[in-house]
Nanobody, 120 residues
Framework: QVQLVESGGDLVQPGGSLRLSCASS????????MGWYRQAPGKQRELVAF???????NYHDSVKGRFTISRDNAKNTVYLQMTSLKPEDTAVYYC??????????????WGQGTQVTVSS
């Protein structure tokens, strides 16, 4: 059974920092591209940060320079270090794992989400 379990969400003041973790089980993490998504109330889920199996990263423009995604395949864990947090970063953050299995096919897994609230 595949599981992605996020942790680290919390209430933090503007300008603060948090580190989210996504612990995986049931998959070989090194085979998967990994992403962090977020969804704020009334808004669509959006990709925040992405890291490939080769450690290439990509970020949403709104978090560039503030967020850092990383992975530790030996620990089957992906991280999202968030700094200089803003109220608009408030959302449920989801971990996502994906691997391509065909030209147009992929296997995808999602975590249950962790709440990040940025407020004074």
């Amino acid at each position: 059974q595949v599981q992605l379990v996020e942790s680290g969400g919390d209430l933090v003041q503007p300008g603060g920092s948090l580190r989210l973790s996504c612990a995986s089980s049931g998959i070989i993490l090194s085979f998967y591209d990994m992403g962090w998504y977020r969804q704020a109330p009334g808004k669509q889920r959006e990709l925040v940060a992405f890291i490939t199996t080769g450690d290439r990263t990509n970020y949403h423009d709104s978090v560039k320079g503030r967020f850092t995604i990383s992975r530790d395949n030996a620990k089957n864990t992906v991280y999202l270090q968030m700094t200089s947090l803003k109220p608009e970063d408030t959302a449920v953050y989801y971990c996502h794992a994906t691997v391509r299995v065909g030209i147009k096919e992929s296997i995808d897994y999602w975590g249950q989400g962790t709440q990040v609230t940025v407020s004074s």
